[in-house]
């Protein structure tokens, strides 16, 4: 990471910054951040990171959850049988409450808890990389490569159309 700079391209529209990330994806370049006043569908497309994960947790959680619902109530049947009529001390269908239930909340929790590993809240860009502008006005796309890379980034970033480059050390 020491031998990592930063790149940031400025741009005043949405389609240059679009074509801009489109060069910078197509160029191979992973690591970078894009910066806007407004949220918008193309951008949020072409930095969308796939499926996410966080719903195999949610089916592990559930499954867990069932499962421990199961083996506490057969357990606590098993410890203290209470006979009534000719009925089996380990009856599955009124169980199958406190399965759904286990199910249910284990399901929400590590989801919920999946949830917040996959958000990664404090991968944020340097704020070296943010300028006061993307809040107002601007746009901006912000790459961060290695001081071999610069000239290329700012190749890439000046050809789709950014009004500005800056280098900002990372």
């Known amino acids: 990471m020491a031998n990592d700079q930063g790149v940031v391209g ?27 006043p407004l949220p918008h569908h193309e951008i949020e ?3 969308e990171g796939g499926e996410s994960p966080v719903r195999f947790f949610t089916l592990m959680g559930a499954a867990f959850g069932a499962l421990c619902g199961l083996t ?12 009534v009529s000719a009925k089996p001390i ?13 199910a249910i909340l284990f399901g929400v929790l590590l989801t919920f808890a999946a949830m917040l590993y996959y958000a990664r809240l404090r991968r944020n860009a340097p ?3 943010y300028d006061p502008r993307f809040s107002e006005d601007k ?3 912000a790459v961060i490569c290695e ?9 890439i ?14």
């Open 45 to 47: 497309e072409l930095i």
């Open 127 to 129: 704020l070296s990389l």
């Open 10 to 36: 400025i741009y005043s529209y949405i389609d240059t910054t679009v074509e801009g990330v489109k060069k910078i994806k197509e160029a191979g370049y992973k690591n970078f951040r894009v910066f806007s």
């Open 157 to 170: 970033l000046r050809s789709s159309g950014a009004e500005e480059v800056r280098f900002e050390g990372v």
């Open 72 to 83: 506490l109530t057969i357990l606590t049947s098993l410890a203290w049988p209470l006979r």
């Open 147 to 155: 001081k071999s890379q610069i000239e290329d980034v700012e190749k």
């Open 90 to 102: 380990v009856a599955i269908p009124p169980f199958m409450i406190i399965v759904f239930e286990l």
């Open 139 to 141: 746009f901006g796309v």
